[in-house]
C-alpha cells in the first residue's frame, strides 16, 4: 500500500495542511516490487513498477483541486532548503476548510497505479495490466489568519 507524506508535514493528529497554500505530496515507498515461483522446471517472475500517483479527497464539494495525481512518486519537501530551491509537481491546493466533515478531515484515497508483467524462463511471458493499491487515511484540512497589531497609533 502507499506510504504517503505532505509538507506541511502530518505528523501528529492534530496536525493540518492549510487551505490556499500548496501541499507537496509524495510516495515514501516508491518502488518496483518483484516475486518469483517455481513449479517443476518453470521459473516465473511477476513484477510490479508504479507509474503514478493519484489522490481524491472526499467529499469534493465541486472542488476539482482534491482529485489529482502525477506521473511519479512527487517530490520530497528538504526542510533544510530554501524554498526557492526547489519543485514539485505533485501537490494539492485546498480550497475549503475540512471542520463539519466526520472527524473534521476529508477522507483522503491515496492511489499507486502499477504496470505488472511477467516473465519465464521457457521464453513465455507478457502484462498482466495494470493494478491500483490505495491507503486511506484522514486529512485535516485548516484555515488560518494572522492579525498584525502594530502596538501605537497610525498618524
Do not use: M
Amino acid at each position: 500500500l502507499p506510504d504517503v507524506a505532505f509538507s506541511p508535514p502530518l505528523e501528529d493528529p492534530d496536525d493540518f495542511l492549510l487551505v490556499q497554500l500548496d501541499s507537496w505530496v509524495w510516495a515514501t515507498n516508491w518502488a518496483e516490487v518483484s516475486r518469483t515461483a517455481s513449479a517443476g522446471g518453470v521459473v516465473a517472475t511477476v513484477t510490479a513498477r508504479p507509474v503514478r500517483l493519484t489522490w481524491d479527497f472526499t467529499p469534493r464539494r465541486s472542488d476539482p483541486e482534491t482529485e489529482g495525481g502525477c506521473a511519479g512518486p512527487g517530490t520530497p519537501y528538504d526542510p533544510s532548503k530554501r524554498p526557492e530551491e526547489q519543485s514539485t509537481d505533485c501537490s494539492i491546493t485546498f480550497r475549503h476548510s475540512s471542520a463539519g466533515e466526520p472527524g473534521d478531515a476529508y477522507e483522503g484515497h491515496i492511489t499507486v497505479l502499477y504496470e505488472v508483467s511477467w516473465t519465464s524462463n521457457v521464453g513465455a511471458g507478457g502484462s498482466l495490466g495494470t493494478v491500483p493499491r490505495t491507503t486511506v487515511l484522514p486529512v485535516r484540512v485548516g484555515e488560518q489568519q494572522a492579525l498584525n497589531e502594530s502596538g501605537g497609533t497610525n498618524q
